[in-house]
T-cell receptor, first 116, second 110 residues
Framework: NAGVMQNPRHLVRRRGQEARLRCSPMKGHSHVYWYRQLPEEGLKFMVYLQKENIIDESGMPKERFSAEFPKEGPSILRIQQVVRGDSAAYFC??????????????FGQGTRLTVV | QQQVKQSPQSLIVQKGGISIINCAYENTAFDYFPWYQQFPGKGPALLIAIRPDVSEKKEGRFTISFNKSAKQFSLHIMDSQPGDSATYFCAASRGFKTIFGAGTRLFVKA
């Protein structure tokens, strides 16, 4: 059973370009979370998605950032018109559906975005 | 109210020593407190977790101590080994929402 797969591992974008980060959850997991990690900082929650639904996007910047988790295919975190401050490691995690309870979230290896 | 404060920022311990990392939270609604271990270039991995109805949980060399009244919890790594050198994150969660501490970089000297 493959773990959470994120690609690309490294992404370099010029200011103003778009960045697309992909996350394939573990088999059987229908919940996906995206986190951002700045150097020397912890992980900051961005968004929580279930298949075809955004459940909570309270950590997403209001502009330029969007996320989706379609019925088929990976979850995508999209950053439009990137700026230098978007440079960070973006981690995806997935978990199985556990009604009402906490469950371990498994993390991918992250995508390191560098905006030049 | 959503913060989780973690200390120290970095820690150097001799091999065989005890590593202690502390965390404090504010929101009493949190009901699950996991610790994650992260090696360079890797994603965080769950190490050990505790719920507030117990004061201590031990798994091998790793122990979580939990003080509900003080809203504090800590990770103790006994007999620390060079292979334990990593960044450790405490977290507090309720449902799907998990708030992470800023992390502690642990270096265990051989």
């Amino acid at each position: 059973n493959a773990g959470v797969m994120q690609n690309p591992r490294h992404l370099v974008r010029r200011r103003g370009q778009e960045a697309r980060l992909r996350c394939s959850p573990m088999k059987g997991h229908s919940h996906v979370y995206w986190y951002r990690q700045l150097p020397e900082e912890g992980l900051k929650f961005m968004v929580y998605l279930q298949k075809e639904n955004i459940i909570d996007e309270s950590g997403m910047p209001k502009e330029r950032f969007s996320a989706e988790f379609p019925k088929e295919g990976p979850s995508i975190l999209r950053i439009q018109q990137v700026v230098r401050g978007d440079s960070a490691a973006y981690f995806c995690a997935s978990s199985p559906p556990v009604p009402g309870g906490n469950t371990e979230a498994f993390f991918g290896q992250g995508t390191r975005l560098t905006v030049v | 109210q959503q913060q989780v404060k973690q200390s120290p920022q970095s820690l150097i311990v001799q091999k065989g020593g005890i590593s202690i990392i502390n965390c404090a939270y504010e929101n009493t609604a949190f009901d699950y407190f996991p610790w994650y271990q992260q090696f360079p270039g890797k994603g965080p991995a769950l190490l050990i977790a505790i719920r507030p109805d117990v004061s201590e949980k031990k798994e091998g060399r790793f122990t979580i101590s939990f003080n509900k009244s003080a809203k504090q919890f800590s990770l103790h790594i006994m007999d620390s080994q060079p292979g334990d050198s990593a960044t450790y994150f405490c977290a507090a969660s309720r449902g799907f929402k998990t708030i992470f501490g800023a992390g502690t970089r642990l270096f265990v000297k051989a």
